[in-house]
């Protein structure tokens, strides 16, 4: 009687011992962040087939899996990691066009600033692919380029460059979406949302999506037909 | 034994304590949302051209070609160069300040002798201004040479009928010649040969920016000579 007794409060022991590892290692290990990236490189450009909306942008759009984030299946994710507004206009007529949608949302500017592309340049750059875009008969809207957490310098090109983009929208009758009054806070993004300062993590991306379900609410090519 | 028992019990008592409040802190704790935000690493967003790269490439690297699509069409340099041991680095599309994002993995890991260089092009079209593209340069050659690297710097090309922007370019190649005299290394002027009055020669371009196969053949035939006189 007391042999078991004794035996089980061993082996009660070790269990709690193992426990206590397991969870006190899940406590003080940091998990680096994990950053989804696109499957797709510009080497090899398929045209997707029957899609309704195209997300155009850098790496913050290139990360993200669209359809899964606005629960639909006609998005197409046009996002290049490492590209300027200027270079992704290049693929323009090419990929996006040819693909057809009925709407194409864009974001992009970051990789411009941090390479030294001049403000007035890089809307020069937007309106020639809002042109190409309406002429095409695909509705454009900007989405204004995100604050960053930790980057103070590219933050205040930011600033300025969402004011010359939206004059620009305003001058050209197209939808700009702000979505910096959603994912930052005193002009930098909100550090819960990002995982470098720079790129969003999930939560971030859920808020993203959320605005642009909320613009689809009014404006969704699919109920206009 | 019944003093084993005893220690075993109180055991268990202090583990079972230390378990509750691992447990209780794990669920309670307040998560500084800063504490997790890694450094940004502008080196990710070139992650697919570095793979495209690498997989392109031969295992033993003594010469890497550093570029834009004008390299990059390049293709084989092997072949055209008659070696074994090239690494074509070209991106298509890329600026001095996006080559810097491929740098460490496609340049100075591979333990190279030399590096040539040729890039700004695309710099230019984008309205970055000359002296950025030049203290990019900077960058790449310093650390080139930090590194036990030769760079090599070839002069970025004219484009056919584009008196303004060729301006443009002679500038960056005057401040690329001067600081590659002020470091001691070599620059080639390619625009001696592949260029006239009205900038790159027709008959070696295809668009007037990108080489044609006798542009390559152009730039293969110098290419050798300098190779064999640094006799790498």
Sequence with gaps: ?225 | MKNLFMISILFNLMLAALLISALVYQFTKEEDPVAKISQFMPQKLAAKRIERILKQSPDTVSLVMLGNSITANGGNWNKRLGRIDIRNSGQGGYTTGQMLWLLDSCVIKAKPEYCFIMAGINDLSLGIPVERVCANYHIIIDTLLANGIRPVVQSTLYQTGNPAGNKNVGYLNDLLEAYCNEKNILFIDLNRSMSDHNGLIQELTTDGTHLSELGYEVWSDKLKWIISKLSI
């Design chain 1, 1 to 225: 009687m007391n042999k078991t007794l004794l035996y089980s409060s061993l082996a009660l022991n070790l269990l709690m011992l193992a426990a206590l590892i397991i969870i006190g290692g899940k406590l003080f290990t940091k998990k680096p962040p994990a950053i989804k990236e696109s499957q797709r490189w510009t080497e090899d450009i398929p045209i997707p087939d029957s899609i309704t909306i195209a997300m155009l942008g850098n790496s913050l759009t290139a990360y993200a899996d669209w359809n899964a984030l606005l629960g639909r299946d006609d998005v197409h994710n046009f996002g290049i990691a490492d590209f300027t507004v200027k270079q992704l206009s290049w693929l323009l007529a090419d990929w996006v066009i040819k693909s057809k949608p009925a709407l194409c949302f864009i974001q992009g500017g970051q990789e411009d600033i941090m390479l030294g592309v001049p403000l007035e340049r890089i809307a020069a750059d937007y309106s020639m692919i809002l042109d190409s875009l309406q002429h095409n008969g695909i509705e454009p809207v900007v989405q204004s380029t995100l604050l960053s957490w930790d980057h103070p310098e590219v933050n205040n090109q930011v600033v300025k460059l969402n004011q010359l983009l939206k004059a620009l929208c305003f001058k050209k009758n197209i939808s700009f979406i702000n979505l910096n009054t959603v994912l930052s806070d005193n002009s930098r993004l909100q550090p819960q949302l990002t995982t470098d300062g720079i790129h969003l993590n999930n939560k971030g991306y859920e808020l993203w999506a959320i605005i642009i379900k909320d613009y689809l609410l009014l404006n969704d090519p699919r109920n206009k037909r």
